[in-house]
């Protein structure tokens, strides 16, 4: 019971990091209140609802789960509390992404590993989960989603779900793998845009 309880709890606050991203996205792009809404609670639950579907876990999680529908909404109503902090912190939108990315690809890898699926697989499966909701938020909000620009983003969630599948097996403990995870996926993305780390790039020259 108590993994369920930790894993339901992860996927809760991952759930409110990503609503308040979603929101802040909106605020920021100058949406209506019910724009700010909708971006919210997509933002919040694409990652999941993906997740779901590739691993045939149906009905997708946030249709039975109330936790969820509440969690986005409490991030939803955080962002408008805040909204004017937000509008002037630039940061804002950075680090409850990275939050909602590191929190997302531990629960992704983990249930893909619940589900009796190989480890590269399960980490492949964590990486969507974290990064499918930004995508979303991106594209919704006109904005060129992270993932394909030049910072590291994609790459930080496979390094986070790495570390948490290999700090699983080397302890034995989930608890200690979960907070792993959770922490190395953020760390990686804030020393990556602190140092300007990116990777190569191909160029194909032009006659």
Partial sequence: MIDFDLLTT??????FAFAVSGATAAIRSRYDIFGILVLAFVTAISGGTLRDLLIGNTPVNWLTD???IWSALTGFGFALIFYRRITKWEGWLFYFDAVGLGLFTVTGTQIALNSGMSVGISVALGTVTGCFGGVIRDVLAAIKPLIFRKEIYASAAVLGGVVFAATQFLSGSLV??????????PLFRIIAVRFHLELPKLYSSTN
């Fill in 176 to 185: 200690t793998a979960q907070l792993a995870g959770i922490l190395s996926t």
């Fill in 10 to 15: 992860i996927d809760a606050l991952g759930t």
């Fill in 66 to 68: 109330t936790i969820t």
